[in-house]
């Protein structure tokens, strides 16, 4: 395109014209594994009876056992949903959400904006939290040495157990609540010699440990990136999983966010990353830089040295110098920032946060982003501990061990050795939802309850508090962990009474219980930002860093945005999710970059034996652009194998790292790589639905153009017609859509979309969305509503320009791209190609700018997907529900309670895809309509709208000038506003904001558009 010295690509594979993508580009749709699969063309040869069949399959729906009440519980009406304030709180990670649930039962998880921690946010695995309650492979009972007990019999034996122990130990991940350490306390008043050990399976540990070292406070501080001009994480993905990643968006959002009215905002933060493998938050980042694990301690020493060297203070560490990508320019920045810089860093190594620590009181962050005044309590592992405890267990010393809602034995590094040494252990019991890795080799099972079906509350914050309610009983003969902790001391185990009687006495401050139970939360901050004294050892630091040496192809396990630590592997949301950056769903992956994989003769899939020591596992490659050269990174969170069916996927990593001297920071150097087989195709989604050529897609520029002109970046075409260039909306052929009471739409910013996939997940549990597994997914046939482009870039070279040898040029990939995250819908057209092809009128256009599905009408011709130029439409190729081969939630009656009952469900044959949530508006306008008014701005919100936890999404009613949506539109007309593919006028109820970069300007012409010369079966 005129104009344009960048090129976007999804994968390696598109950007060469790869023949995996090239071979379907005459096909609309993937028909491998179909029987006598039909084309368009062949339409009217299956008129008659196949038509017929795929209609009354259309009009099928799951049976339903109803039981109807004979005495209705007085706060339940059928039909209107009762939402309940609740608190995810799992492992450290945190979220103050309320619960819709009908007639009793949980369907949805929403973000609760009373909080003043996750103010309304939600992440993909808090979304899916809710499935893991339906699932059906939870134990059913309690259990001593596998088989079935009682509650009474069990209580008898383990209280008898623990009374003759004389060295006890409870293992538990990171505990937020206050409650449950008070139950701690009464439990080691019981038995003496109890201690209680915590571990986090991603730890930070070390960043506690060089705090207590650095500022005398053994503590996490707050971080506070709202307040932040330069942001430099290292290796650290915060806007994706370290500490507290909701939080953390929100905050980075504000600094992200522009507005092209007068006067309105036009700075933001600069973002800096530096890491060995593309992350969520590197892909985010304005300057993003690589380097190998081994090389993470000099890098930050070398980034002091220079910080230190332009201010002219401090004395130099005594380490090599050694050159980064964007290392002096970062430095120089960060100086003309201080006061109003952060830099943090996901290392669990003490030499490198003492650094750390240093460069941040060198740039007087401490007390203006960094609080210590108000402390955070995700991470509260103890490394030193837990491997204490290991040694102990191994040893004989451990007399009893009880495991509260852990499992080790899979996520810690020494899970063999505790494995090993429980068999010396004379009493074990695990109180888990079920016969996990860990629990399977205990005696006792405790049954522990889902949160949902708890009482609890949490602490994430100094200040901060949040309770946690049942929203349905006990599902199984299952008890809370709590109460199980509270019988074997000898006290009563009515744990809502507990926690009640902890918060009156020592927390509500003479507020009422009832008004922190139907908030959800009680918060009393601290008002003012402390700082603290650095006092660390800065040259012992740099002498251990410099002490690690590079040895060949350095590993790096690391948690990814869906599955994490693995604690909800068996969730089938979660594992159908794609990854945001590698777009792989159901597996983990060896990582290398271009240049590493063809080093070692790899290509796309090949599978390698990766082999650290005596170790080896085999995993399916994956040719990443941004990972740094001479490293493999793989995800840890799979391989389980008592997970249960969905979860026992892919392959467990954190074995390999034992025995190595970097293992607490998941990373070991001189790993073997062999390759075993090839042929694989992964279940990745990063080239389904492609645009076929079209222009205008991805449209960004630089801060520098945008002050200059707001317009920036906007590519607006012409259509030639015999009178002159004109815009396309002013030739058609249609006359239009009135509406005259609403017009329902959405404003997307792209500069604050992360690609973290809550609306994903959130949509998927709102619409009843199917999930259709590995193979289906590797077709191209995922099911999601809304996906989210991730899109890599490459430049020519400046002394190219746009040569022909610069345009070849663009068909290298770029070894570290840019990236921009793009969320799509259906764009709900008012000129909609859709409808215009479909012969039954399935598709049509409301009054209010919806595109509307009539699924009892829709035959499955696929027209109207093949017409739409977005690809956003989804088929039904099988029935997903009660079908053996699709063995997910909805094939067992306990899974299909998540149903949202105010949306169909979908059957075989028929074209679904997004209704921009039409119950929830159809809701909203009921409401308004009994109370003799109108909707109120925000009232109404979509499922992906309403869980974003940047706002990225503004939903509204676009014939409300007062509505947030118009007066975005309104305030960007001139701005940054635009519309995806503008040129052929279909004119979509959905306007994105141009992805503005704080980065220095260009030479040349900025890059405004995303040309896509491939075509690919899609749906």
Request: glycine share 8%; with cysteine; hydrophobic share 35%.
């Amino acid at each position: 395109m005129e104009n344009t010295n960048k090129r976007y690509w999804k994968g390696i594979e598109e950007l060469k014209n790869d023949i995996s993508v090239v071979k379907n580009a005459d096909k609309e749709f993937n028909l491998e594994g179909l029987e006598g699969g039909t084309y368009r063309r062949d339409f009217l040869k299956m008129l008659g009876f196949g038509v017929a069949a795929v209609s009354l399959a259309a009009c099928n729906a799951p049976v339903r056992h109803t039981i109807p009440y004979l005495n209705k519980p007085e706060d339940i009406e059928p039909g209107i949903p009762n939402y309940y304030a609740s608190t995810f709180a799992q492992a450290g990670s945190y979220c103050s959400i309320l619960v819709k649930t009908r007639e009793g039962r949980p369907v949805k998880i929403e973000g609760n904006k009373l909080s003043g921690v996750t103010k309304g946010g939600v992440a993909a695995h808090v979304h899916a939290s809710l499935l893991s309650l339906y699932d059906n492979e939870r134990s059913k009972e309690p259990t001593k040495g596998g088989k079935k007990t009682t509650w009474a019999e069990l209580d008898k034996e383990v209280s008898a157990a623990l009374a003759s122990s004389t060295n006890i130990r409870v293992v538990s991940n990171t505990i937020l609540s206050p409650s449950t350490k008070s139950v701690l306390a009464d439990f080691a008043s019981k038995y003496p010699s109890a201690k209680h050990v915590t571990y986090d399976s991603n730890s930070a540990s070390a960043l506690i440990e060089a705090n207590g070292t650095s500022f005398g406070k053994a503590v996490i501080p707050s971080y506070l990136f709202n307040k932040a001009n330069v942001i430099v994480g290292i290796n650290c993905d915060f806007l994706g999983t370290w500490l507290s990643p909701i939080e953390h968006s929100a905050q980075w959002a504000e600094t992200r966010r522009l507005s092209s009215a007068k006067g309105g905002k036009k700075t933001m933060s600069r973002h800096y990353q530096f890491e060995t493998g593309m992350s969520m938050t590197g892909a985010n980042a304005d300057y993003r830089g690589m380097f190998k694990p081994s090389q993470e301690g000099a890098f930050v020493a070398n980034l002091y040295n220079r910080i230190a060297a332009i201010m002219g203070v401090g004395s130099q560490l005594s380490v090599a110098k050694a050159d980064f990508e964007n290392i002096d320019k970062c430095a120089k920045d960060l100086v003309a920032a201080k006061g109003a810089s952060l830099v943090v860093s996901g290392s669990n190594n003490v030499a490198v946060q003492t650094i750390v620590n240093g460069i941040n009181s060198l740039l007087g962050n401490l007390g203006n982003t960094i609080d210590f005044g108000t402390t955070v309590n995700y991470k509260q592992g103890n490394d030193a501990a837990m491997n204490q405890f290991v040694a102990e267990l191994k040893s004989g010393a451990v007399d009893a061990v009880i495991f509260l809602d852990s499992n080790p034995v899979y996520d810690h590094l020494l899970g063999a050795d505790i494995a090993e040494g429980l068999k010396k252990s004379k009493l074990s019991v695990a109180i888990a939802d079920r016969a996990n890795e860990t629990a399977s080799l205990c005696t006792y099972l405790a049954l522990n309850t889902h949160y949902l079906e708890s009482w609890g509350d949490a602490s994430p914050k100094a200040g901060y508090y949040s309770l946690t309610q049942p929203v349905i009983s006990n599902i199984f003969n299952s008890r809370q962990g709590e109460s199980s902790l509270l019988a074997w001391a000898g006290k009563s185990s009515d744990y809502q009474a507990y926690v009640k009687n902890v918060w009156t006495s020592s927390i509500l401050n003479g507020k009422t219980w009832i008004q922190a139970l139907h908030d959800g939360v009680y918060e009393s901050p601290n008002a003012t930002v402390l700082g603290a004294s650095f006092s660390g050892n800065l040259a012992e630091a740099a002498a251990k860093v410099s002490s690690v040496k590079s040895s060949g192809i350095e590993l790096l396990v690391f948690e990814n945005v869906t599955i994490g630590t693995g604690i909800q592997a068996n969730n089938p949301w979660l594992q159908e999710t794609p990854d945001p950056v590698s777009k792989v769903t159901w597996e983990n992956t060896a990582a290398f970059s271009q240049k590493t994989a063809a080093d070692l003769g790899l290509e796309v899939g090949d599978w390698v034996n990766l082999t650290i020591g005596a170790n080896t596992v085999e995993l399916p490659i994956l040719i990443q652009p941004g990972q740094a050269n001479d490293t493999v990174t793989v995800a840890m969170g799979y391989g389980r194998t008592a997970a249960g069916k969905a979860g026992n996927v892919g392959v467990a990593m954190l074995p390999l790292l034992k025995g190595s001297a970097t293992a607490s920071n998941l990373w070991v150097g001189g790993a073997k790589i062999e390759k075993t087989k090839s042929g694989y195709t992964l279940a990745q989604t990063q080239t389904h639905e492609t645009y076929m050529g079209r222009e205008a897609v991805v449209q960004e520029s630089v801060l520098s153009e945008y002050v200059k002109n707001s317009k920036a970046g906007r590519f607006e075409p012409m259509i030639a017609t015999s009178d002159g260039l004109k815009k396309p909306y002013s030739i058609t052929l249609w006359n239009g859509h009135e509406k005259k009471n609403h017009s329902w739409g959405m404003v997307i910013d792209l500069n604050t979309c992360t690609g973290c996939a809550a609306c994903v997940v959130s949509c998927q549990a709102e619409n009843n969305v199917s999930v259709v597994g590995k193979a289906e997914v590797a077709r191209a046939r995922e099911m999601h509503w809304i996906r989210i482009d991730r899109y890599y870039s490459s430049d020519a070279p400046e002394e190219e320009g746009y040569s022909v040898a610069g345009y070849k040029a663009m068909e290298t990939a770029s070894a570290n791209p840019e990236v921009v995250f793009q969320p799509l819908m259906c764009q709900h057209c008012s000129n909609a190609p859709c409808e215009t092809v479909c012969p039954v009128l399935a598709t049509t256009h409301s009054s209010e700018g919806l595109n509307q599905m009539t699924y009892n009408r829709c035959v499955g011709t696929r027209y109207c997907a093949n017409n739409c130029p977005y690809k956003v439409r989804r088929f039904n190729w099988f029935k997903y529900f009660e079908n053996d081969n699709f063995d997910f939630h909805f094939n067992n009656e306990l899974g299909r309670m998540v149903i949202n009952p105010d949306v169909t469900v979908r059957s075989r044959g028929v074209i679904e895809k997004c209704s921009m949530c039409v119950q929830r508006i159809q809701a909203g306008k009921l409401t308004a309509k009994k109370e003799k008014r109108r909707p109120v701005d925000g009232e109404i919100e979509t499922a992906c709208s309403q869980s974003c936890p940047t706002n990225a999404i503004t939903f509204g009613d676009m014939l409300d000038p007062e509505s947030r949506v118009s007066k975005l539109l309104v305030q960007e007309e001139e701005g940054r506003r635009f519309q995806l593919l503008e040129e052929i006028n279909v004119i979509p109820q959905v306007n994105y904001l141009v992805k503005i970069r704080n980065k220095d300007g260009v030479k040349k012409a900025e890059a405004v558009a995303h040309t896509d010369h491939s075509e690919h079966a899609g749906h």
